[in-house]
């Protein structure tokens, strides 16, 4: 099963990164603005280490999320992370890019409702922003191991699936063969300035993929509102196979 290869496929291709550095050398440059990355349940600021050193490269104001291990809806977490952009956003005089990993992407899409003037996009990986059933995830088990943590489920934000789409733009990056969140529960429904662009990767290899690399320092590069849909140029095509259609698999 791919859950249980995923962390193994993710050791293997970990020189990706590194094979993948020619390819980043010609990836469009940034131009300042500020970055937050959002680590997924169970990591911390160590997992995203070379996916912010990757964009700091290429020019983006990045910062961490300095709140230690994702454990995930605590108090703390669900505050500061608004907080967080809020004080971003002040600092550089500029709309902060939100990216999330996994759980991450969850934060990312509330805090980019609570603060949707002060949000230039959101970029989830892997992320479970429309899971509609438990099962779509392996992490339910840490996830509730650590629920005496969480606040109550009353305070939580709504799910995906009750709320209108996001007014910034969203890129759902997504892999057919993660083995920890089911692909279905990523996918964004068609339309509007939402799009999901798919990659060859396990989900614990998401932050170090080439693929995933460029498809985020492409979405970072657009100027502030001129988004346009993902085209990753002709000599990458093969790095991203064609994604799942939402409005067939019932988005």
């Not at 969480?150 to 063969?177: C, D, G």
């Not at 460029?214 to 502030?224: G, I, S």
């Not at 988004?227 to 698999?249: K, T, Y």
């Amino acid at each position: 099963m791919l859950s249980g290869t995923d962390v193994g496929r993710a050791l293997g291709g970990s020189g990706l990164s590194a094979l993948g550095y020619p390819i980043m050398c010609a990836a469009p440059r940034g131009d300042g603005h500020p970055v937050l990355v959002l680590p997924g349940l169970g990591a911390s600021d160590g997992s995203t280490v070379v996916l912010r050193r990757t964009l700091r490269r290429l020019g983006y104001a990045v910062h961490g999320w300095d709140l230690g291990r994702n454990r995930g809806p605590t108090s703390e977490v669900l505050e500061q992370i608004p907080g967080q952009v809020v004080t971003l956003a002040e600092r550089y005089g500029r709309r902060v890019s939100i990216i999330g990993w996994s759980l991450g992407g969850i934060y990312a899409y509330a805090a980019a409702r609570a603060h949707p003037d002060l949000v230039r996009q959101v970029i989830t990986l892997g992320s479970p922003v429309r899971m509609s059933h438990p099962a779509q995830t392996r992490a339910m088990a840490y996830y509730r191991w650590n629920a005496d943590l969480h606040v109550p489920e009353h305070l939580l934000p709504p799910s995906e699936w009750e709320q209108p789409p996001l007014t910034v733009p969203a890129t759902s990056i997504l892999s057919r063969w993660d083995g920890i969140v089911a692909y279905r529960a990523s996918l964004l429904p068609p339309g509007g300035n939402r799009e999901n662009i798919a990659v060859v990767s396990s989900h614990f290899g998401l932050g170090q993929h080439p693929a995933v690399f460029w498809a985020v320092a492409d979405r970072l590069a657009q100027p502030e509102g001129a988004w346009r849909p993902f085209r990753p140029p002709a000599v990458l095509c093969l790095l991203f196979p064609p994604p799942p259609d939402a409005a067939v698999e019932g988005v």
